[in-house]
């Protein structure tokens, strides 16, 4: 996410400097539309940088979960194939069985 506002960021930068060469026969239009696109820019490339800051906080605390697999539910066996899933799926994702579980 923190390159999606960098890109942008820049791109906005980008946008403000040629809207300000690029629209001079209306000066107070180009001006004005050359600061909102580089404020925006630089908004957002700040917004990026704190983005990748907050990342390595988080890994350098041990707070950073890689695997977004990992769920905090509860868990349930299926007595058919032996795998374990949410216990809030109706049946099996594995193997398609429904039935009652064997463990929590």
Aim: net charge negative.
């Amino acid at each position: 996410m923190k390159k999606v506002f960098i890109v942008v960021g820049i791109g906005s930068v980008v946008l403000g400097i040629v809207a300000f060469f690029a629209l001079l026969l209306e000066p107070l239009i180009a001006v004005c539309a050359a600061a909102g696109l580089i404020l925006s820019g630089c908004l957002m490339v700040a917004v990026g940088d704190l983005l990748g800051r907050v990342d390595y906080l988080e890994r350098q605390l041990g707070l950073y979960a890689p695997d977004a697999s990992h769920s905090d539910l509860p868990q349930k066996t299926c007595p058919a194939c032996g795998r374990k899933y949410d216990f809030d799926y109706p049946k099996c994702p594995h193997c398609g069985h429904e039935g009652a579980d064997t463990g929590a």
